[in-house]
């Protein structure tokens, strides 16, 4: 993004889709098989379900995008949104069981296999946020860097390595169980999060080298092994409504996730805040002391505004802290993510032999 602001311009922020798009629609016609349409499946297909969950989806994903802006339950809209979609989404359950021909049957998440790889790739999407979001932002709200100046570490250190981890993820899977290369994944998650829990305001992008690798590792064994996962305990009558659901879990679980880490970090920075300024005094000796400090750094620019600058500057390291020790509280929420999903996927059973299974299993 920060190349595009910088050097081509934010249009283009929307303008790649032209470009990105139809390269996915060909490479979708070419890799899925040519059938011919059947009418009258499309005739009798539950087009009220369908209906139904993507209004209460769309309503539930537009409440968690503007809750953390609207503050939550304070807001009608938010409510309104978040109440709806709830009862659109429970109407479509309902219609799912009464209707003839169910378009994605709740029956589909009770397989013990599926119910759980769903809840894995949930957790997973939470636990990333280490890498989509924390990282990041902390380069820029507390190392005050501007986004083209952090993007070469993401480059460099997060895309790069997936041209050999990737190729290395698949080649494992074909001859280990998928699980063992997930739990990989998440324990790199995992590792990742506890280098972010030791985050201090003097960390640079040199800092993140590791852990940003680490993420990296993350990304290429979590995210192939979960496709595989799902699809090997996942019946093949019931494709339309695993595909169904998987989409929810995977989009919702991303707004989700944003949205639990912005109010996280927004009422942790709060709370630190609050406790970092009970320390401050006014009147005490080291207060004065450090407030005479960085008032001198003022006084060329003129005596009689250096006390505010000078309250301001403690203000504004206050505020440093209070971000700093949020960002730590964030990355230690990802920790515990990456720990659920390992104990979720220590429950799931072995997937049964098919096309997805390594070598050594058929």
Known sequence: MGFYVKYVGWQWLFWQDVIVAPLMGL???????????NLKLCKEADWG?????????AMIYSGLDQGNRLDWLESGTVVALLGGG???TATFFINESLVRQPWAHANVLFSRNVGLALS???LYTLTSLSNSSLAPNFLVAVAQLRPEQTGWLFLTCAVLPMLVLVPLSIFLMR???ARIVLVIGLAAFAAAGLIGTQVTHDWSLGDFVPMVLLQSLGQAFTLLPLVVLSLSNADPTRATAFAAYIQVVRLGGAEIGIALMVTWLRVREQIHSNLLGQHI?????DVN???AQLSGRFASHGAALA??????SLSAIVQREANTLAYIDGFWLTVWFAIAALGTVALIGKAPVGPFTPKSSN
């Open 175 to 177: 001859r280990v169980d």
């Open 281 to 285: 005094v006014n009147g005490s000796v």
């Open 307 to 312: 006390p505010a600058r000078g309250l301001g």
């Open 27 to 37: 490479f979708v016609y070419l890799g899925t098989p040519h059938e011919d349409v």
């Open 289 to 291: 002391h450090i407030l």
């Open 86 to 88: 709830g009862l659109l």
């Open 120 to 122: 894995v790739v949930l």
């Open 49 to 57: 379900g369908m209906l139904l969950l993507g209004t209460g989806m």
